[in-house]
């Protein structure tokens, strides 16, 4: 039974005082109409509790804005949702992604994530094609996709907004996957649900790879701004510990000549395998919530770029640990689909509201281990094996 500014109603007592759902809540369809966003089709969801939020339908089903009784989430960039057609993924030497990135969560995959690279073709139908190159963040980013459906359903008093969509990613004699992205949100809540399937669709056998970039920028980032999750350690660094400018946990304003920091924790995850990592601002209240299954993405990755005029931070569930496309191979984490195989993923992005919905999170997270205390962590090379590879299942 959803709560409506405050009262609970069923559908009849609902439906008695609005003629129409999206007087409250809803989706709308809408196209971008300007700029290099023209022609970008996205859904705008309301979902009567304040949180407003939209899918952006030609950029693989991604989240743009993300708003909360006025509050912004989402971080931006003066790149704004670019449109596909405008994209290069192989420009600017592989890193084309950068001219269009941008919105709270940005999908990168399906069968490369992190910076350029090449790998081996031997794996396709094509004699002639000894190795691939592999753009920023693969070819699955900013993707336009077949819009499936959206809507509501109610079940009983329950009312659940909805929608549905498929992206493809194809190469004649090589790789055919299929990436099928479904969000639901309950009339009334704050709990986005996002639900992802990527099958192989073609006869060779493929590799697959994903990670979400899930950005957040001011005012949620600030000074004093704090990351919480069941860290009890950090596998790997890009910058050494002494060249560190601001502390994992504890984050900062912006600053002059920020070099981007990038640290891929050790996080543990709690008895249903799920692990929360948060942003949770305490000076006005709000945080923002990531909860993933720990079996579907093996790496917790935080990115901190603090520099004046970009500052975001980002929460980013990986399939893979930091590294290259041969480390990520050497380590056995490159997941390796046949014919009709899938991986699913099921991730809820939620919003925190008040001092008791932090105070609940803190003490979750002290439940699960308590959060390293070491806010410059050592860089090294690559994570190692041992306890944390060993207490979690195998992907295949």
Not at 43 to 70: C, P, Q, V
Not at 193 to 221: A, E, K, Q
Not at 331 to 349: C, H, K, N, P, Q
Request: charged fraction near 25%.
């Amino acid at each position: 039974m959803p709560t409506i500014y405050g009262q609970k109603l069923t559908r009849r007592e609902f439906e008695r005082r609005v003629g129409a759902m999206r007087q409250i809540a809803g989706i709308e369809l809408v196209t971008l109409a300007d700029g290099s966003e023209r022609g970008v089709r996205a859904l705008e969801f309301r979902t009567g509790a304040g949180l407003d939020f939209s899918i952006l339908i030609d950029r693989t089903m991604d989240i743009g804005r993300f708003d909360y009784r006025g509050v912004p989430f989402a971080w931006q960039s003066g790149t704004g949702f670019r449109n596909p057609a405008y994209m290069d993924p192989m420009g600017d030497g592989g890193n084309g992604f950068m001219r269009g990135f941008s919105g709270l969560l940005c999908t990168c995959g399906f069968d490369h994530v992190r910076q350029p690279d090449k790998g081996d073709a031997d794996h396709y139908d094509l004699p002639l094609r000894k190795e691939i190159a592999y753009p920023m963040h693969g070819r699955g980013a900013f993707q336009p996709a077949r819009l499936d459906g959206y809507g509501e359903i109610w079940d009983g008093d329950e009312c659940t907004l909805w929608c549905e969509g498929t992206v493809g990613q194809v190469q004649v004699m090589g790789e055919n996957l299929t990436f099928v992205r479904r969000v639901e949100v309950r009339v009334g809540m704050v709990d986005v649900r996002v639900v992802d399937t990527v099958t192989n669709r073609g006869f060779s056998r493929t590799p697959h790879m994903l990670l979400y970039h899930i950005n957040v920028g001011w005012p949620l980032l600030e000074e004093g701004a704090r990351f919480v999750a069941p860290v009890r350690g950090t596998f790997a660094a890009n910058i050494p510990r002494e060249s560190q400018q601001t502390g994992w946990r504890t984050q900062s304003d912006p600053m002059k000549r920020f070099i981007q920091q990038v640290f891929d924790h050790d996080a543990v995850a709690d008895r249903n395998g799920r692990i929360p990592a948060a942003l949770v601002n305490d000076r006005i209240g709000l945080g923002f919530l990531v909860d993933y299954d720990a079996r579907q993405f093996r790496c917790l990755q935080q990115w901190q770029a603090f520099g004046e005029g970009v500052f975001g931070f980002g929460i980013e569930p990986a399939t893979a640990h930091w590294g290259n496309r041969a480390d990520a191979a050497r380590r056995d984490e490159i997941v390796w689909l046949e014919y009709g195989e899938s991986r699913s993923y099921a991730t809820t992005l939620s919003v925190l509201h008040g001092a008791a919905d932090i105070a609940a999170l803190d003490a979750r997270v002290e439940s699960i281990h308590p959060v390293s205390t070491d806010e410059f962590p050592q860089r090294t090379d690559q994570p190692p094996g041992g306890p944390f590879v060993s207490t979690l299942p195998r992907i295949r």
